[in-house]
């Protein structure tokens, strides 16, 4: 049953991580049905017994029944089960903790270059995938390091990832590309749409009081973002385009949104900012 719950999951272009978390559950599963299979062939076989016991004192007549053969291959079969479901079970663990280890950035819970390749396996495999790609880095982000400390650099990165976590919708995946670098992807998504999530990430950073972590001063993000063209089967040319928005909006100021192409919503102050996404936001309710 393992066997072939792997397989399957395999020929169904599920990425490999996916298929381990199927074939650890399904391993947990056969655990608790063994386990189950023992405690009731064990009771039974109790019982059973307690009642031939007392019916009959020929202890040696019972031992050289076909029930008492019946019953001692019966325990031993379930016992083999059990351990080769235990042991099943032991190994889709350890391949499943392997697994994420080797797919999720430690410091921030998201995917690494390698997690991502394989979460957007999925994605990338249909015949026409639309979506669009966000690029973030933390501006300045060697300043905190050097004037506070890479402890403190850790935590304002854990709590970057935690906001665009909390931010994104469900079905879009995130990852941490390497040092204070981020990115977004985002499914059947419009540019707005892009453009409303990564301004509120923008604004709830750039707002945040670090004085809890002995950081004096705001820290920013830039944003830049791409859409997938029509034909791509692959995400990486959207996140080099984004990549390169990136580049023009911190040429542009940095604590920007910039759409590939140059275009991108001016500075000016916070409050403006927030009076365009809350426009955003009603054009795509309209439909608009």
Known sequence: LLLNDLVAALLI???????????????????IAAASMVVIETLTRVAAMNYLVGSNDDLAAFGESIYAV??????????????????????????????????????????????LDQALKPIQGREAWSGVIVVTDI????????????????RVIAAFALEIKTSIPTGAVAARLGGEEFVICLPEASLAEAGVIAHGIRLRFAGR????????????????????FDGED???????????????????????????GGHYEPGGSIVDI????????RRISDGS
Request: aromatic share 8%; with cysteine; charged share 20%.
């Open 209 to 228: 009081d670090w004085r809890q972590f002995g950081i004096d001063r705001q820290i920013t993000a830039s944003f830049g973002i791409a859409s997938v």
């Open 70 to 115: 019946v019953i001692q291959i019966t325990a031993g079969c379930f016992g083999v089960l059990l351990a080769a479901a235990a042991f099943g079970s032991m190994v889709m663990r350890v391949m499943l903790n392997y697994r994420r280890a080797a797919e999720i950035d430690p410091l921030t819970g998201l995917y690494n270059r390698r997690g």
């Open 274 to 281: 927030q009076r365009l996404v809350g426009d955003e936001i």
């Open 234 to 260: 692959s995400a990486h040319s959207a996140i080099k385009r984004a990549d390169k928005a990136l580049y023009d909006a911190k040429a542009a100021g940095r604590n920007k949104v910039i759409w590939h």
């Open 139 to 154: 501006d300045h982000f060697k300043q905190v390091n050097d004037r506070f400390g890479h402890a403190a650099g850790d």
């Open 13 to 31: 272009g599920l990425p490999l991580s996916a298929v381990v978390h199927r074939a650890h559950a399904t391993a947990d599963r056969l655990l």
